[in-house]
């Protein structure tokens, strides 16, 4: 099995703990990014994991290089040149006070990409599966056209293509988001999505929910699924469903769909430890499990057992073994030491 995910890795630099911004003159520094944290996901799961980017031939740029390697992803896809490795800086919340993300990523060496930095003929050779977010085509038109271009090059290829919505608003509006995304769903097989992406990039929105209030009607969200895939021909819809109850506890599902079932995971109550990167994590849980041939039900419970040991990991990446994963979507979730 082999994987291509491609998209923007980026240096985190976040205060320790709980701390707020510059409570202390110590911030921590470690890197992520939606697709990246996917391609280190599968790394862990023995998949043959290579992500595509572009990042500065420059020390920090090796060393977003560098992080990757440590799990085994391959990165020699990756193109060289640009000035800047984007950066986010993150205030990780508690209790009833949110985490805070603040984006400078304006110019990075991908933002700044154009479409001769990549050859999807060398990169796709052997692929059998290829990876994107919504994140990746709200960086500039310039990457929506980059995103299309492989999708068409791994659909002539046959090859299966995931897109996880992942809408961010402080990168572009609603409107934007409809117009590029509406036209690369085209290409895509599975679709992923949470609660809020459907209807911020779409339009589609479960009945009868309330997020903030911290009420999920799943019955809604059979329908969201349903729509999604009969307006672009979705082979599977997956949707993660969190409930909020404070930015420590959240409850924690998820709905596959495949064109016929529902499938729904049990719940899991969290208490998190860091919450960046469970969305990705639960993408390529999903991705290993539709690649091994796991049932839509045992799918559906190994991805959302993967996410959910996430929340217990800091960092963007998800150090997590298949073995773990299997224990608790099998119902060990004690956290009972392992002697």
């Known amino acids: 099995m082999k994987v291509v995910t491609f998209g923007e890795i980026m240096l985190r630099l976040a205060p320790n703990g709980y701390e707020r911004f510059f409570q202390t003159d110590q911030m921590q520094a470690t890197f992520g990014g939606g697709e990246a944290n996917v391609a280190v996901s599968l790394a862990n799961y023995g998949v043959d994991s290579v992500y595509v ?5 420059h020390a920090i740029g090796q060393a977003a290089i560098n992080s990757l390697r440590t799990f085994g992803v391959d990165t020699s896809k990756i193109t060289r040149g640009g000035e800047r490795v984007g950066i986010y800086y993150l205030e990780k919340g508690a209790s009833q006070r949110g985490s805070v993300c603040i984006y400078d990523r304006k110019h990075s060496a991908i933002q700044e990409a154009s479409r001769d930095d990549f050859n999807w003929d060398d990169i796709f050779d052997g692929a059998d599966w290829f990876h994107f977010t919504g994140i990746t085509p709200a ?3 310039n990457l929506v056209e980059i995103c299309r271009e492989a999708c068409m090059a791994a659909k002539q290829r046959n090859i299966k293509i995931s897109c996880d919505l992942n809408y961010r608003g402080k990168l572009w509006t609603r409107e934007q988001a409809r117009a ?10 599975v679709c992923i999505a949470n609660e809020e992406d459907a209807k911020d990039v779409f339009g589609i929105e479960a009945q009868n929910t309330d997020i903030t209030g911290g009420k999920l009607n799943y019955e809604g969200y059979k329908s969201v699924a349903k729509q999604l895939a009969d307006r672009f021909g979705f082979e599977k819809v997956a949707i993660t469903l969190r409930t909020s109850l404070s930015a420590n506890d959240n409850d924690w599902a998820g709905m596959l769909y495949d064109g016929q079932e529902y499938a729904f995971s ?3 109550h969290l ?3 860091d919450r960046v990167g469970g969305g990705d994590s639960f993408g ?3 991705i290993y499990s539709l690649l091994s041939g796991k049932s839509t039900q045992d799918a559906i419970e190994f991805a959302v057992a993967a996410s959910a040991l996430k929340h217990s990991i800091e960092g963007d990446f998800n150090r997590v073994t298949v073995a773990e994963v299997e224990k608790l979507a099998g119902g060990d979730g004690s956290g009972r030491v392992q002697r």
């Open 180 to 189: 590029a995304m509406t036209e690369l769903c085209q290409y895509v097989d």
């Open 284 to 286: 390529g849980g999903l």
């Open 266 to 268: 049990k719940t899991y």
């Open 139 to 141: 960086l500039g038109e």
């Open 53 to 57: 980017t572009k990042l500065p031939a």
């Open 271 to 273: 208490h998190i430890v």
